[in-house]
Protein backbone atom coordinates (compact mmCIF):
# COMPACT_ATOMS: atom_id res chain seq x y z
CA UNK A 1 0.00 0.00 0.00
CA UNK A 2 1.21 3.78 -1.01
CA UNK A 3 1.42 6.48 2.14
CA UNK A 4 1.08 9.73 1.10
CA UNK A 5 2.12 11.93 3.37
CA UNK A 6 4.85 15.16 4.06
CA UNK A 7 8.30 14.77 3.99
CA UNK A 8 9.83 13.95 7.40
CA UNK A 9 13.53 15.51 8.26
CA UNK A 10 14.44 11.84 8.72
CA UNK A 11 13.45 10.47 5.42
CA UNK A 12 16.59 9.22 2.96
CA UNK A 13 16.26 11.05 0.16
CA UNK A 14 19.53 9.52 -1.25
CA UNK A 15 18.60 6.54 -2.70
CA UNK A 16 15.58 8.45 -5.25
CA UNK A 17 15.68 8.42 -8.87
CA UNK A 18 13.38 9.57 -11.12
CA UNK A 19 15.61 9.76 -14.38
CA UNK A 20 15.46 13.49 -14.59
CA UNK A 21 18.69 14.54 -12.94
CA UNK A 22 17.24 18.42 -12.06
CA UNK A 23 14.59 16.70 -10.43
CA UNK A 24 16.82 14.34 -8.91
CA UNK A 25 19.09 17.18 -7.19
CA UNK A 26 16.30 19.51 -6.13
CA UNK A 27 14.57 16.43 -3.90
CA UNK A 28 18.40 15.15 -2.59
CA UNK A 29 19.30 18.78 -2.24
CA UNK A 30 17.14 20.93 -1.96
CA UNK A 31 13.78 19.77 -0.91
CA UNK A 32 14.46 19.73 3.04
CA UNK A 33 15.91 22.90 3.41
CA UNK A 34 13.53 24.43 1.28
CA UNK A 35 10.91 22.87 3.67
CA UNK A 36 12.61 22.68 7.41
CA UNK A 37 15.01 25.87 7.23
CA UNK A 38 13.31 28.32 4.62
CA UNK A 39 9.79 27.16 5.08
CA UNK A 40 9.39 27.94 1.10
CA UNK A 41 7.82 24.74 0.33
CA UNK A 42 6.45 21.63 1.39
CA UNK A 43 7.00 18.31 0.09
CA UNK A 44 4.27 14.96 0.03
CA UNK A 45 6.35 12.16 -0.43
CA UNK A 46 4.83 8.87 -1.86
CA UNK A 47 5.96 5.77 0.58
CA UNK A 48 5.71 2.30 -0.31
CA UNK A 49 7.70 -0.33 1.75
CA UNK A 50 9.92 2.52 3.81
CA UNK A 51 10.65 3.78 0.51
CA UNK A 52 10.64 7.12 -1.44
CA UNK A 53 8.73 6.27 -4.53
CA UNK A 54 7.90 9.84 -5.20
CA UNK A 55 7.46 13.50 -4.54
CA UNK A 56 5.60 16.10 -5.16
CA UNK A 57 6.74 20.20 -3.75
CA UNK A 58 3.85 22.62 -3.35
CA UNK A 59 3.64 26.40 -2.09
CA UNK A 60 1.41 29.19 -2.22
CA UNK A 61 1.70 31.75 -5.17
CA UNK A 62 -0.35 33.86 -7.08
CA UNK A 63 -1.07 34.06 -10.66
CA UNK A 64 -1.99 37.75 -12.43
CA UNK A 65 -5.52 37.62 -13.85
CA UNK A 66 -4.46 38.62 -17.70
CA UNK A 67 -2.50 35.47 -17.92
CA UNK A 68 -5.74 33.59 -17.78
CA UNK A 69 -7.18 32.80 -20.81
CA UNK A 70 -10.47 35.19 -21.52
CA UNK A 71 -12.94 32.43 -20.30
CA UNK A 72 -11.44 31.80 -17.24
CA UNK A 73 -11.43 35.76 -15.85
CA UNK A 74 -15.52 36.70 -15.94
CA UNK A 75 -15.96 37.94 -12.33
CA UNK A 76 -13.49 37.66 -11.47
CA UNK A 77 -11.10 40.48 -9.49
CA UNK A 78 -8.47 42.38 -11.35
CA UNK A 79 -5.70 41.46 -9.14
CA UNK A 80 -2.95 38.44 -8.18
CA UNK A 81 -5.29 35.95 -7.14
CA UNK A 82 -4.07 33.03 -4.92
CA UNK A 83 -3.32 29.60 -6.29
CA UNK A 84 -1.52 26.33 -5.27
CA UNK A 85 2.02 26.46 -7.33
CA UNK A 86 3.07 22.54 -7.94
CA UNK A 87 6.79 23.48 -7.87
CA UNK A 88 8.10 19.68 -8.75
CA UNK A 89 7.11 16.69 -9.16
CA UNK A 90 8.65 13.12 -9.46
CA UNK A 91 8.34 9.56 -9.17
CA UNK A 92 11.43 7.33 -8.69
CA UNK A 93 12.09 5.26 -11.70
CA UNK A 94 11.51 1.61 -9.68
CA UNK A 95 7.90 3.18 -9.37
CA UNK A 96 7.12 4.60 -12.96
CA UNK A 97 4.39 3.02 -14.52
CA UNK A 98 2.55 2.52 -11.22
CA UNK A 99 0.17 5.58 -11.03
CA UNK A 100 1.88 7.29 -8.57
CA UNK A 101 2.20 10.53 -10.58
CA UNK A 102 -1.40 10.23 -10.42
CA UNK A 103 -1.74 9.43 -6.68
CA UNK A 104 0.49 12.93 -5.71
CA UNK A 105 -1.79 15.20 -7.99
CA UNK A 106 -4.45 13.91 -7.01
CA UNK A 107 -3.20 14.74 -3.72
CA UNK A 108 -1.99 18.42 -4.64
CA UNK A 109 -5.79 18.70 -5.60
CA UNK A 110 -6.97 17.89 -2.12
CA UNK A 111 -4.27 20.35 -0.54
CA UNK A 112 -5.71 23.42 -3.23
CA UNK A 113 -9.08 22.27 -2.16
CA UNK A 114 -8.39 22.86 1.50
CA UNK A 115 -6.43 26.33 0.77
CA UNK A 116 -9.63 27.33 -1.13
CA UNK A 117 -11.61 26.43 2.19
CA UNK A 118 -9.61 28.22 4.17
CA UNK A 119 -7.64 30.64 2.75
CA UNK A 120 -8.74 31.63 -0.75
CA UNK A 121 -7.19 29.43 -3.78
CA UNK A 122 -8.82 29.72 -7.63
CA UNK A 123 -6.39 26.64 -8.69
CA UNK A 124 -3.15 24.83 -9.36
CA UNK A 125 -0.62 26.11 -11.19
CA UNK A 126 2.46 23.91 -12.80
CA UNK A 127 5.80 24.92 -14.80
CA UNK A 128 5.08 21.48 -17.01
CA UNK A 129 8.25 20.04 -18.67
CA UNK A 130 7.73 19.90 -22.14
CA UNK A 131 7.67 16.16 -22.10
CA UNK A 132 4.90 16.22 -18.54
CA UNK A 133 2.59 18.39 -21.02
CA UNK A 134 0.12 15.36 -22.09
CA UNK A 135 0.20 14.02 -18.46
CA UNK A 136 -1.33 17.45 -17.07
CA UNK A 137 -3.73 18.04 -20.05
CA UNK A 138 -5.30 14.68 -18.97
CA UNK A 139 -6.47 16.15 -16.11
CA UNK A 140 -7.60 19.02 -17.47
CA UNK A 141 -5.24 22.09 -17.58
CA UNK A 142 -4.59 24.38 -19.52
CA UNK A 143 -1.61 26.23 -20.97
CA UNK A 144 -1.45 29.47 -19.73
CA UNK A 145 -0.10 33.11 -21.44
CA UNK A 146 3.70 33.88 -20.63
CA UNK A 147 4.19 37.20 -19.71
CA UNK A 148 7.95 37.54 -19.94
CA UNK A 149 11.18 35.73 -19.01
CA UNK A 150 12.68 32.91 -20.59
CA UNK A 151 15.75 30.13 -19.87
CA UNK A 152 18.03 30.62 -22.55
CA UNK A 153 19.58 27.45 -23.24
CA UNK A 154 17.39 25.08 -20.99
CA UNK A 155 14.03 23.76 -22.05
CA UNK A 156 11.13 26.37 -21.76
CA UNK A 157 8.20 24.79 -19.07
CA UNK A 158 4.98 25.63 -20.44
CA UNK A 159 3.23 27.25 -17.60
CA UNK A 160 -0.71 25.08 -17.24
CA UNK A 161 -3.35 26.15 -14.80
CA UNK A 162 -6.71 23.94 -13.71
CA UNK A 163 -9.19 26.06 -11.76
CA UNK A 164 -10.32 24.71 -8.40
CA UNK A 165 -13.85 24.14 -9.75
CA UNK A 166 -12.21 21.62 -12.73
CA UNK A 167 -10.94 19.58 -10.42
CA UNK A 168 -11.89 15.92 -11.46
CA UNK A 169 -13.33 13.51 -8.90
CA UNK A 170 -11.02 10.58 -9.53
Not at 1 to 19: A, C, N, Q
Not at 62 to 84: C, G, M, T, V
Not at 120 to 128: E, H, K, P, S
Request: hydrophobic share 40%; charged share 25%.
Amino acid sequence: MIEVRILKPSDDRTRFRSGNTDLDRFFVRYAGQNQFRHHIGITYVAIENNSIKGFATVSPSHIEIDQLPASRIKRLPRYPLPILRLARLAVDYSAQGRSIGSLLLRAVFKLASEMGEKFGCVGVVVDAKPHSISFYERYGFIKLQILEGNLGDRPEPTPMFLSLGSIPEK
